[in-house]
């Protein structure tokens, strides 16, 4: 009876749409996927999760645990996995604490599905949690503090190849989720309608027997140990026996839910085994078909897919469509049916969206008759491609017809079809909700109005740092800000070089061979400047390494993303972002083997790297070892569909082997890109097609390394843009231009192009460096974050105890107490940064756990003490203690100590009460420790010196100072303490408060340290005789005084001493107190001085007459008249004598009694003189003009360069003026104007001025410049008149007559930089055309940044101005002008140790090396090989570049890396590799000093893999390899090059051919040896010697004589030896500072060598038996790197890399000529017919010049990119000329 009126009420509550039972769906589910927070597994067939630590310990059955981890197969654990064979296929129970919601043999390898795991206190979570339990269990005391929520999606069995021709669509989704307090635990696991598609799997070792096992489902305690070594098996419970019970998990449940099921599994206490829930009641599923509501006014800002234009809501279709609905790019909410009382509102449609605005959104979800509320995170969109789950048996109609109205992407590989936007989806009720209806859902959870549109307001965090968001009608979009480009989700700065790093996976069988690829690296780099992609993946074994050389494709992803972009195009990256999957489905011809490539990017990491990983399964043809892979350069054409790209193409590739010759294959890529993207804008649409060119692809597979290169050059553009000839196209869209790779090419007109550092970086475009925005306080960083740099960027970190806001950049403050992390018996206080637990009254514990103080007997373990035990019991280490490992110490009661020391580092710090360290509180070893019972005083911001030190100190990944690093040391109140120490160098010094260095309290490292706290005298200021002397004293650039000048001599207290002598002339005087020569007192040198002290006689006053005479007298600072100066005559009474004569010049003229001119009576040498008293006659207007000119000067004669007029008897202009400095004459009228055209320089006959003018022209600019000039120079100043030709243009040379300077200028007069010369100098040829001007160097930058502190443009007083050479390097030697210190620097211009002389103290010899102090070690091999390499990089390596690494002592690092990246190895003492160590990963490998090798298999052997079959050959050194570059004629025959010899660790950089023996000969700069192999097949290398080289480079071979030569640039020598290493001995040793390339020419027995010494650079010559050397070249050279011989002219010709030419010059030194005025950087060159071959290290290249034509004709870019060394011709038989 019961029973039947319950089913009849259910019936009419039925019929009512009221009392419906649903099964859950997906929506229902928890929150899962990345924006949920979770972690994802990696794809594999047997995975383990990283351990997921526990805030706090889980009761699984009657045990507690700290720890879980996430497996594939459908389970969770409480103890690392053991290998799935050892369980997958068991039944229950297992060994291990299981919890297990379908344990099976899953694999999502492939891409087959993915696995989130997290743990989460959000309070929507533990609320619904609660609310399940209290459901389920209604007695149950269980408020949750934590959730751990793992949810499997889309996951597929795993399936043998050979059982099935496919993969099965057959895939599930389940959840497990795991509540628990600080005594309980409860699971619920959720099975949503559709969910479960197949329902066991075959076991792997089923020996073709067709079973297959159910899954299992259920909690297993594990193995339990008694009497220490005995084992039993622990209780388990099953919820599942066979497959029907499996079938039914999403059917029914045990809370009343079908596919939700509850179980008690844990408590503190006491627990036997798992309780499930139990909810009476009818389970009813009801009908499938229903309907929803799309409210599409919140339309996410970033779909998966956009609507096609056609695509229109049909109201025919939309019953059958909500069966397997098409989900979209809107938000669905769902209304309850009519009547419902909402029981299903605001349903969301999806797991995971870009968009979910926070966990504490909140809704309700209806599982069965009654309201259900419920909380949890909405999410705003569909569920990506990739994760839309499709039945394996759709039914007929529904999504079968919806797929049949979409337009078809033109690709087979993955079906991409767009979402219904323009329909709402109906409620069961059929109630359709306008978007123009002001619609409320009172559900007392969530309110929704159409004003809930996505806003900038409210999602603007979804943009990037460096975007800007904008609002539109229908939602937002990010954009990238000006300098960077992206999606605006994701934007990276202009021109800067991208990295790319990954993870890769999958199995791959080659031919029937299966070969797994477990997780290994993939890294790219590319050059966003030029379009070249560089796609390394390390670990691969063979054979596939050798097999997949053809998959180009897979690096092909990342140049499509950042291609050279020509006009009217954009890169991938620009429309993708960082976020998109790519499918590619690959396959081989003639064999049909099929490859699927699914590579996901999944975002930017902390150094703005992409993150991509990328996933291959199929086949591959085999291809056999040692084989070569060469594909040529194709167009693939990318069509565009709204957040879909597609691609179709065929590619051919040849092979070459030993076993089968050459054979050619092809392939068929098919390939989607889809991305979310942003439409609100209605921005123009990407082109639907655009065309990538790949000109340049190489492969290759490195077997010694392991390592599988793709390198490909990519440009992007409209479809039919063809290449125009390279000499018209822009060097920006050709990618041959020079800027940094750091920097933006923007082409302008024509070729012309402009290089802009990207942003992040400063400098000229050609050399650029990374901005430090922390340094520099340039970065965004707010209150409570810290600054960390990156290259071109930098990054925010929030300090502990904080948090990013809402807006993603600003830390607030995190509210632990908000999460309950205390025991139920103590209270939480929260605080800035950080929180404390107490224990209640009556309770004792640290807060995390109190019990009782009465009847307590044993305390549980606090979490000190269980961490301090797990390390001493070795928990992490297999049970051994971690060596060095930090061991926390605890107190009596448990508690973490507030002070806390590490045994090994002897550092100590303060812990807040969970153990966390406190900010400021640590201190080195030796020093007292902070006192920890001092409470934290509120933190101040930071003062400038903690800022300092730490900045320092954040320098290392393990967070202590970096090595040799000065780390300033400061106060308690963060002040700078006043005495300042350097703990690597000693040397201490005393600051001000700005952390200053006092001048003068430097002391060095055993000497007293200066008294800091003594104030300083107060300095008196100087007296003029001081300023006097100083000032002589400084005139010197050297600090040194001006060789002959006097220098005044000062008493002790400042004042002229009476008497002065000159030091140089030995005259004496006798000087007033203000330095002034007392008359009459002066006596020569040899006899005695004036008695100073002696009174003078009474004087009368001077005269003017005297004064002006004695002042002439004393303007010499020697005392001396002024040589050449006009000297007043004064008669006896001191008056002007009426006639006055210049001594010098001969000229007479009358004064009046102040001595002043008069006009008209001036006459010249040898003339009668005027009648003085004759009275003057008037002046004409001419005789006025001239005499005021020629009384400009105090000496009384015309100004130097000054133009004085002519006139004539009568006293008028004569018709002719002529300038007597600058010979130019003219004409004038009777005024004295200049009339127009008549000008006439110098040299060509003045015009007739008697002759009428013609018509005049209108003055050009020249001349209005000129006479503009001649008006205002009418004052008698010598200022500078530009000079025109008979047009009225500018003349090309123009020079300054008084200052003798001249320059060229261009057609509008402004200067051309760089042409300026000074007086007594040869100009320069204006009609020559400008040379590209050479970009800054650093030494020039650092120099320049001085001079222009001023707006005058000169150095501050006493500043120090670095010197620099004229290639712009530091001269070894610098000064201090101000100070007189003279010190030697490297070629970065940092000061070397032990250098520094103080003013009149000998210099030190900077060529030579540096004394050793007591304290200091000798330079060691590594300083010494580090020095080298740098100044090979000229003074700035490159971030990929190798430079040494050596420790403090000078001794090798034990890990040594290449530049910045993660490319290392470990070294012995002497800085050998130790093979098998090399490692890519990001963690570098575990090196111990001087350690023993580890045991590993032996390297390969390097052998020699012979050249091309060629007439001519050029071998070139390339690091760690040598390749060979045949030669077609003259022309460089790239497409069969290859590598001749692989030498791991090595750096070759000399290199020599011996024709005769064929022979191959080279220097290693690594190993410090000289070696040879032949070039034969299989040839070893061998090792001719070993002993006494420190950096060997130029090597020559005398193919006659059967010597060879080489120079030691470190040593600075030139030494020979047999062909065989014997017979060694020096040739020169001396007069050489930096011998790099050397020559021998064998015909005349002559050996010619290169040193380019900074201070004099010089090629020199001798015979090859060390005789007759002399100099062949010193002048005008700078950098001679390269020397060749031309056999054809008999000439020496070298390539300089400070002049940047290429010059021949015969052996005696005639005949020198430029054959080249501008090359990049050359390092190596050689000769043959009529053509230089020579390596580039600004182009990594091999660069071919025509020495007829002057003009490079071809270059070769190996694939590999880094730098050439030598070069060297290999021949098939020995030239006439051989050297």
Not at 1726 to 1737: I, L, P
Request: net charge negative; with cysteine; charged share 20%.
């Amino acid at each position: 009876m019961e029973r039947g009126s319950m089913l009849a009420a259910c019936l009419l509550c039925w019929s009512c749409g009221v009392c419906v039972v649903s099964a859950i769906r997906r929506a229902d589910m928890f929150p899962y996927g990345a924006l949920s927070g979770d972690l994802i597994l990696a794809e594999g067939d047997d995975e383990t999760s990283r351990v997921l630590l526990l805030p706090r310990p889980l009761n699984f059955y009657d045990s507690r645990y700290s720890q879980l981890y996430v497996a594939t197969n459908g389970i969770i654990s409480a103890q690392d996995l053991p290998m799935e064979k050892q369980y997958v296929d068991d039944g229950f129970p297992t060994d291990f604490p299981v919890v297990a919601p379908f344990l099976a043999d899953i694999d999502t390898s492939g891409g087959r599905g993915q696995i989130y795991y997290r743990v989460t206190e959000t309070p929507s979570v533990l609320n619904r949690v609660s609310r399940e339990v209290h459901r389920g269990f209604p007695d149950a005391k269980f408020t949750p503090t934590h959730v751990v929520v793992a949810t499997w999606e889309n996951v597929a069995a795993y399936e043998e190849q050979t059982r099935t021709a496919g993969p099965s669509n057959k895939v599930n989704t389940f959840q497990a989720v795991i509540g628990y307090d600080e005594t309980d635990s409860y699971v619920l696991f959720l099975y949503p309608e559709g969910g479960l598609n197949f329902f066991g799997t075959r076991p792997k070792e089923s020996y073709n027997v067709e079973i297959e096992l159910p899954a299992r489902v259920g909690f297993s305690r594990g193995e339990i140990t008694y009497l220490i070594l005995s084992r039993t098996e622990g209780p388990h419970y099953s919820v599942t026996s066979d497959e029907q019970s499996v079938k039914n998990l999403y059917q029914v449940g045990n809370t009343g839910i079908p596919g939700v099921w509850l179980f008690h599994t844990g408590n503190s206490y006491s627990f036997d085994n798992i309780v499930p829930a139990s909810i009476g009641g009818l389970l009813v599923t009801p009908p499938t078909r229903g309907h929803g509501l799309s409210l599409d006014t919140t339309t996410a800002e970033y779909g998966e897919f956009e609507d096609y234009p056609d695509n229109t809501f049909d109201p025919d279709n939309q019953e059958e469509e909500d069966d397997y609905p098409l989900t979209g790019g809107d938000p669905e909410f769902q209304t309850a049916p009519a009547g419902a009382d909402h029981s299903e509102s605001l349903q969301p449609a999806s797991p995971d969206a870009p968009s979910s605005p926070s966990e504490d959104s909140g809704y309700q979800v209806a599982y069965g008759s009654k309201d259900v509320p419920l909380t949890s995170e909405p999410r705003y969109n569909s569920e990506p491609a990739e994760r839309q789950y499709a039945p394996p048996n759709p039914p007929e109609g529904g999504a079968q017809q919806t797929q049949e109205q979409q337009p078809q992407v033109p690709l087979e590989v993955v079906d991409v079809y767009p979402p219904h936007r323009n329909e709402p989806r109906l409620s069961p009720g059929g109630h359709v909700v306008s978007v123009d209806e002001d619609i409320d859902f009172d559900t007392g959870v969530i309110q929704y109005t159409t004003e809930n549109k996505e806003t900038c307001a409210r999602f603007q965090q979804q943009c990037s740092q460096n975007a800007f968001c904008s609002d539109y009608a229908t939602g937002f979009c990010c954009h990238c800000r000006p300098g960077s480009y992206g999606n605006g989700r994701y934007c990276l700065p202009e021109g800067a070089p991208q990295r790319v790093s990954g993870k890769v996976s999958g199995t791959v069988a080659v031919g029937s061979t299966p070969v797994a690829l477990n997780n290994i690296d993939l890294h790219a780099y590319i050059v966003v400047g030029d379009g070249r992609a560089y796609t390394a993946i390390s670990e691969v074994p063979e054979p596939v390494g050798w097999a997949l050389m053809p998959l180009a494709p897979i690096g092909e992803l990342f140049g499509w993303m950042f291609a050279l972009e020509l006009p009217n195009s954009q890169a991938g990256f620009k429309i993708t972002g960082a976020e998109f999957t790519r499918h590619a489905e690959v396959i081989f011809y003639p064999g049909n083997q099929r490859l699927s490539i699914i590579q996901k990017g999944r975002g930017l990491d902390d150094h703005n790297h992409l993150t991509v990983d990328t996933v291959v399964s199929g086949n591959v043809p085999f291809l056999p070892p040692g084989a070569e892979v060469t594909m040529d350069p194709f167009k693939e054409t990318y069509q565009y569909y709204p957040s879909v790209a597609t691609s179709t193409s065929v590619r051919e590739f040849s092979v070459v082997s030993a076993e089968r010759g050459s054979e050619s294959f092809s392939f068929q890529l098919k390939q989607n890109i889809t991305y979310r993207d942003c439409r609100h804008d209605h921005r123009a649409a990407v082109p639907e097609t655009l065309q990538i060119t790949m000109e340049r692809v190489f492969v290759m597979y490195v077997k010694e390394e392991r390592i599988l290169r793709y390198a490909i050059t990519n440009k992007i553009s409209p479809v039919g843009v063809e290449p125009t000839e390279p000499e018209l196209v822009n060097p920006c869209y050709a990618g041959n231009h020079d800027c940094d790779t750091t920097a933006q090419c923007i082409p302008l007109e024509g070729r012309d192009f402009q290089c802009q550092c990207a942003t992040g970086y400063r400098g000229d475009g050609r050399n650029c460096y990374d901005v430090d925005e922390c340094a520099e306080s340039l970065s965004s960083c707010g209150a409570h974050a810290q600054c960390v740099n990156l290259p071109g960027s930098h990054r925010c970190l929030c300090q502990s105890g904080y948090e990013f806001g809402f807006d993603g950049r600003t830390c607030v403050d995190v509210d632990e107490c908000s999460s309950s992390p205390c025991h139920i018996s103590a209270r939480c206080v929260n605080a800035l940064g950080s929180f404390q637990c107490q224990c209640q009254p009556g309770f004792h514990g640290d807060g995390f756990y109190c019990s009782q103080q009465e009847g307590q007997t044993v305390r549980p373990r606090s979490q000190c003490e269980q961490h301090r035990d797990s390390l001493q019991s070795g928990g992490e280490q297999g049970g051994r203690p971690s060596l060095g490992a930090f061991v926390p110490q605890c107190d009596s009661v448990g508690h973490y100590r507030p002070l806390q020391c590490h045994g090994s580092t002897g550092h100590c710090w303060c812990v807040d009460v969970r153990g966390q360290e406190r900010g400021g509180t640590r201190t080195p070893p030796g020093t007292p420790p902070t006192d920890c019972d001092r409470p934290d005083e509120p933190e101040s911001p930071k003062t400038h010196c903690e800022h300092h030190r730490d900045g320092v100190q954040t320098t290392s990944p393990e967070g202590y100072p970096v090595v040799g690093a000065y780390i300033p040391q400061c106060d308690d109140n963060g002040q700078y303490l006043p005495s300042q120490c350097h703990g690597s160098s000693g040397h201490c010094w005393c600051v001000d408060g700005n952390g200053q260095e006092r001048g003068g309290t430097r002391t060095p490292p055993g000497t007293t340290r200066t008294d800091c706290s003594k104030p300083d005298e107060p300095e008196r200021p100087k007296t003029h005789c001081e300023h006097h002397r100083d000032g002589v004293q400084t005139t010197d650039r050297e600090g040194y005084p001006i060789v002959g000048a006097y220098v005044p001599q000062c008493d002790a207290n400042g004042q002229y001493r009476s008497l002065q002598c000159h030091g140089s002339t030995g005259h004496c005087w006798c000087v007033d107190v203000r330095g002034q020569e007392r008359a009459g007192t002066r006596t020569p040198p040899g006899t005695p001085p004036k008695d100073c002290d002696r009174p003078d006689e009474p004087e009368r006053p001077k005269t003017h007459c005297e004064h002006q005479r004695d002042g002439v007298h004393t303007t010499s600072p020697e005392g001396h008249p002024v040589v050449g100066a006009y000297i007043p005559q004064c008669d006896a009474g001191g008056q002007y004598t009426p006639l006055q004569c210049h001594g010098s010049t001969g000229h007479c003229w009358c004064v009046d009694g102040r001595g002043q001119e008069r006009t008209g009576t001036r006459t010249p040498a040898g003339a009668p003189p005027t009648d003085c008293d004759k009275p003057d006659e008037p002046r004409t207007y001419c005789e006025q003009h001239r005499d005021s000119v020629e009384t400009t000067s105090p000496e009384g004669y015309p100004l130097i360069g000054v133009f004085v007029p002519q006139c004539d008897s009568d006293g008028q202009y004569t018709s002719q003026q002529c300038h007597g400095s600058t010979g130019h004459c003219w004409c004038v009228d009777n005024r004295g104007q200049e009339r127009a055209g008549t000008r006439t320089s110098s040299g060509t006959p003045p015009v007739d001025c008697d002759k009428p003018d013609e018509p005049e022209r209108p003055k050009t600019h020249c001349e209005r410049h000129r006479d503009r000039a001649q008006t205002i120079g009418q004052d008698g100043q010598p200022i500078y008149v530009p000079q025109c030709d008979a047009d009225g243009q500018y003349l090309s040379l123009q020079c300054h007559s008084p200052s003798g300077h001249c320059w060229c200028v261009d057609n509008r007069g402004q200067e051309r930089t760089g042409t300026r010369t000074p007086p007594g100098t040869p100009p320069r040829d204006c009609d020559k055309p400008d040379e590209p001007e050479r970009p800054k160097t650093h030494c020039e930058h650092n120099r320049d940044g001085v001079r222009t502190t001023t707006p005058e443009g000169q150095g501050w007083i006493g500043v120090f101005i670095p010197l620099c050479d004229a290639e712009g390097q530091y001269l070894p030697r610098q000064c201090s002008g101000s100070s007189g210190y003279c010190w030697c620097v490297d070629s970065r211009g940092q000061e070397r140790k032990g250098t520094k002389t103080p003013p009149h103290k000998p210099s030190v010899d900077c060529d030579k090396p540096v004394p050793v102090a007591p304290t200091q070690h000798p330079e060691s091999v590594c300083e010494r090989w580090r020095t080298s390499l740098i100044e090979h990089y000229g003074g700035k390596p490159e971030p990929q570049q190798y430079v040494p690494q050596c420790e403090p002592d000078g001794q090798f690092s034990p890990v040594q890396c290449y530049g910045e990246t993660t490319y290392c190895w470990c070294v012995d003492q002497d800085g050998r590799e130790v093979p098998g160590t090399r490692s890519h990963d990001v963690v570098k490998p575990a090196c111990l000093p001087s350690a023993a090798p580890p045991t590993v298999r032996p390297l390969p052997r390097p052998d020699v893999t012979p050249p091309p079959n060629a007439d001519i050959t050029l071998l070139y050194a390339q690091g760690q390899k040598i390749g060979a570059l045949p030669l077609n004629g003259t022309r460089l025959d790239g497409t069969r090059s290859k590598t001749l010899l692989t030498l791991h660790g090595s750096i070759v950089v000399g290199i020599a051919y011996d024709c005769k023996e064929n022979q191959v000969y080279w220097t290693d700069l690594s190993a410090r040896t000289i070696n040879r192999a032949s070039l034969v097949a299989g040839a070893e290398p061998e090792i001719l010697i070993n002993t006494n080289l420190v950096s060997p480079e130029g090597l020559a071979v005398d193919v006659k004589r059967r010597l060879m030569f080489w120079v030691d640039s470190n040593p600075d020598m030139i030494e020979t030896a047999n062909l065989d290493g014997s017979g060694r001995r020096t040739l020169f040793g001396t007069d050489l500072v930096n011998p790099r390339a050397i020559i021998v020419v064998s015909s005349t027995g002559t050996l010619y060598w290169t040193d380019w010494n900074r201070e004099a650079p010089k090629i020199e010559s001798a015979s090859v038996d060390g005789q007759n050397r002399r100099v062949v070249v010193s002048d005008g050279i700078g950098l001679p790197n390269a020397l060749t011989y031309d056999s054809s002219s008999g000439q020496v010709c070298w390539a300089d890399a400070g002049t940047k030419r290429l010059e021949c010059v015969s052996p005696d030194g005639s005949g020198r000529r430029v054959v080249h005025p501008s090359l990049n950087y050359p390092f190596s060159m050689v000769y043959y017919k009529n053509h230089f071959y020579y390596t580039d290290w600004r182009r990594d290249g091999v660069i071919a010049v025509n020495k007829d034509s002057s003009q490079i004709t071809d270059e070769y870019l190996p694939d590999q990119r880094s730098h050439l060394y030598g070069i060297a011709i290999a021949t098939t038989h020995c030239l006439s000329g051989s050297h």
